[in-house]
Antibody, heavy 120, light 111 residues
């Protein structure tokens, strides 16, 4: 079964750090670009970050650039999001999403999400 | 980075058709044929329904269709069913710097 499973969410104080992980299974992880998308409570979807298949290209939303770092380990079939200098407005469910090469900028498989709460 | 503009809500009766609009700019929707549509039921992950303006992934019902004209994309759902009730989001490529932008979402109510 094709699956993405996020982990690493939790409660963190403003200014703190958190590292999210996304474990992929059921497909050849290294052949897909990957993304992080978040959704604040009761709000819409917000794209956060992109990484290419071989990590040669990364992109970030303006709201997280300079604070978040996306990375991947193809040998471990895993995607990561290092989040530093967290703010209240980073509170959200964070989803990892697969992006097939044949579907430009479309995300065909999503994880169930992991909740990040930034609060003192 | 401003979100694409969608109506907050639409509604329709079973069997009817509805259309959801998604308005962007000449820098995103108007420049690229890379608009996607997602369905999200409460508490669930989004599901891809349309990609590259009007293509349906395998397994998506042909009751879902989409198009684009200028800076506005549209999703049409025909033969409305109760299970279509959900939030719908559009997204568009917006250049290699901004990458992807989502719409604010539209809540579809099946009356």
């Amino acid at each position: 079964e094709v699956q993405l499973v996020e982990s690493g969410g939790g409660l963190v104080q403003p200014g703190g750090s958190l590292r999210l992980s996304c474990a992929a299974s059921g497909f050849t992880f290294s052949t897909y670009s990957m993304n992080w998308v978040r959704q604040a409570p009761g709000k819409g979807l917000e794209w956060v970050s992109y990484i290419s298949r071989r990590s040669t290209a990364t992109y970030y939303a303006d709201s997280v650039r300079g604070r978040f770092t996306i990375s991947r380990d193809n040998a471990k079939n895993s995607l990561y999001l290092q989040m530093n200098s967290l703010r209240d407005e980073d509170t959200a469910v964070y989803y990892c999403a697969r992006e097939p090469a044949e579907m430009d900028d479309a995300f065909d498989i999503w994880g169930h999400g992991t909740m990040v709460t930034v609060s003192s | 980075q401003s979100a694409l503009t969608q109506p907050a809500s639409v509604s329709g009766s079973p069997g009817q058709s509805i259309t959801i609009s998604c308005t962007g700019t000449s820098s995103d929707v108007g420049s690229y044929d890379r608009v996607s549509w997602y369905l999200q039921h409460p508490g669930k992950a989004p599901k891809l329904m349309i990609y590259e303006v009007n293509k349906r992934p395998s397994g998506v019902s042909d009751r879902f269709s989409a198009s684009k004209s200028g800076n506005t994309a549209s999703l049409t759902i025909s033969g409305l069913q109760a299970e279509d009730e959900a939030d719908y989001y559009c997204s568009s490529f917006a250049g290699s710097g901004t990458y992807v932008m989502f719409g604010g979402g539209t809540k579809l109510t099946v009356l």
